[in-house]
């Protein structure tokens, strides 16, 4: 080979090369994050979310990109314009987390783009699968729909609250209204079965909280219940709560985290990770229609005992010894 030749492949394959990284970074599939809430709060989920891709072979920054859209509780009314900037991006996956409005705005911008929910309603009821073991269309993922979760909220305020006969039910947005109205139905038949009587109290913002707890003290019910719903403003509820001194059972552990007295959920974290893993095998294949919709199969019980001393309640040491955490 002669200098110059020798010269030539070297001067070509330092072109090359940039131009081959570009066009493998340019092949890197993209998720399209779809989060209601705000990223600090949600971090632990994110992390989740990220774990089950990387067991189903994918790591951001190496073989797969992210990007991340989250509109706050209190601007919810932006998920489409979210979902629609996602879709124009054409990222080859929409994953939605946080409650139930972000898998509604991306089934109704995209019919093609495949959808992975983490999701606490039910599916089927809400229009966004056919039926859980299948699917069908676009949009799969993870439900922590669970029968017997009402029926433990109402055991719990039982056990807070052993001669009250009534309990409250705090309701959020009710824009989704097969959501609403299988929660509501859920809480009233488990009500009946237990000989128990519940107020459901409808909230459309955080403007009716004030008004709704004060209707709440008037029917001096046992115990609160808040449903699984996206309010707007959970540290008002917090405060609330600890202002009428109501033993409150919350559906999240942050509220919990947050002052709360107790919850009782799905470990969000675990239904976030196995979202993850099917977004991975989403991106190597496979198709939506195709992965019936997964249970969620790990739910936690966190206490607080600072929150129940401020109420001058005593946990009993059976229920102090079935929390999953508890906060001191």
Same mark, same amino acid.
């Given at each position: 080979?002669?200098?110059?030749?020798?010269?030539?492949?070297?001067?070509?394959?330092?072109?090359?090369?940039?131009?081959?990284?570009?066009?493998?970074?340019?092949?890197?599939?993209?998720?399209?994050?779809?989060?209601?809430?705000?990223?600090?709060?949600?971090?632990?989920?994110?992390?989740?979310?990220? /774990?089950? +891709? =990387?067991? !189903?072979?994918?790591?951001?920054? *190496?073989?797969?990109?992210? @990007?991340? #859209?989250?509109?706050?509780?209190?601007?919810?009314?932006?998920?489409?314009?979210?979902?629609?900037?996602?879709?124009?991006?054409?990222?080859?996956?929409?994953?939605?987390?946080?409650?139930?409005?972000?898998?509604?705005?991306?089934?109704?911008?995209?019919?093609?783009?495949?959808?992975?929910?983490?999701?606490?309603?039910?599916?089927?009821?809400?229009?966004?699968?056919?039926?859980?073991?299948?699917?069908?269309?676009?949009?799969?993922?993870?439900?922590?729909?669970?029968?017997?979760?009402?029926?433990?909220?109402?055991?719990?305020?039982?056990?807070?609250?052993?001669?009250?006969?009534?309990?409250?039910?705090?309701?959020?947005?009710?824009?989704?209204?097969?959501?609403?109205?299988?929660?509501?139905? /859920?809480? +009233? =038949?488990? !009500?009946?079965?237990?000989?128990? *009587?519940?107020?459901?109290? @409808?909230? #459309?913002?955080?403007?009716?909280?004030?008004?709704?707890?004060?209707?709440?003290?008037?029917?001096?019910?046992?115990?609160?219940?808040?449903?699984?719903?996206?309010?707007?403003?959970?540290?008002?509820?917090?405060?609330?709560?600890?202002?009428?001194?109501?033993?409150?059972?919350?559906?999240?552990?942050?509220?919990?985290?947050?002052?709360?007295?107790?919850?009782?959920?799905?470990?969000?974290?675990?239904?976030?990770?196995?979202?993850?893993?099917?977004?991975?095998?989403?991106?190597?294949?496979?198709?939506?229609?195709?992965?019936?919709?997964?249970?969620?199969?790990?739910?936690?019980?966190?206490?607080?005992?600072?929150?129940?001393?401020?109420?001058?309640?005593?946990?009993?040491?059976?229920?102090?010894?079935?929390?999953?955490?508890?906060?001191?």
């Amino acid at each position: 080979m002669t200098r110059r030749a020798f010269i030539t492949l070297i001067g070509g394959a330092a072109v090359a090369w940039p131009l081959a990284a570009r066009a493998q970074q340019a092949a890197m599939p993209v998720i399209g994050f779809l989060g209601l809430g705000s990223p600090r709060p949600m971090g632990r989920l994110v992390t989740a979310f990220r /774990q089950g +891709l =990387a067991k !189903a072979g994918y790591v951001e920054g *190496q073989n797969v990109a992210i @990007e991340f #859209r989250w509109a706050d509780f209190s601007q919810s009314a932006r998920l489409p314009a979210l979902a629609a900037e996602l879709v124009h991006r054409q990222v080859a996956v929409i994953f939605t987390g946080g409650f139930g409005g972000p898998a509604f705005a991306a089934k109704a911008a995209t019919s093609t783009i495949p959808i992975v929910f983490a999701y606490g309603g039910d599916p089927v009821k809400g229009g966004l699968v056919a039926s859980l073991s299948h699917p069908g269309g676009n949009v799969t993922g993870v439900t922590a729909i669970n029968a017997e979760l009402v029926s433990k909220w109402l055991s719990l305020a039982g056990d807070l609250a052993p001669q009250a006969t009534t309990v409250g039910f705090l309701s959020g947005d009710s824009s989704h209204l097969a959501f609403y109205e299988d929660q509501k139905s /859920q809480i +009233l =038949a488990a !009500a009946r079965a237990l000989g128990r *009587q519940v107020i459901i109290l @409808e909230t #459309r913002s955080d403007l009716d909280y004030e008004a709704a707890f004060k209707t709440l003290v008037q029917r001096e019910p046992g115990a609160l219940i808040v449903g699984a719903f996206a309010f707007r403003n959970s540290n008002e509820i917090l405060a609330l709560a600890a202002r009428y001194k109501i033993p409150t059972i919350y559906p999240r552990r942050d509220y919990v985290e947050a002052g709360g007295l107790m919850s009782y959920a799905a470990d969000y974290a675990d239904t976030f990770r196995q979202a993850g893993v099917y977004t991975g095998r989403i991106l190597a294949g496979a198709k939506p229609a195709d992965l019936p919709v997964m249970l969620a199969t790990k739910f936690e019980l966190v206490i607080n005992l600072k929150t129940a001393k401020a109420l001058g309640l005593e946990i009993s040491p059976t229920l102090l010894a079935t929390a999953h955490e508890v906060i001191e």
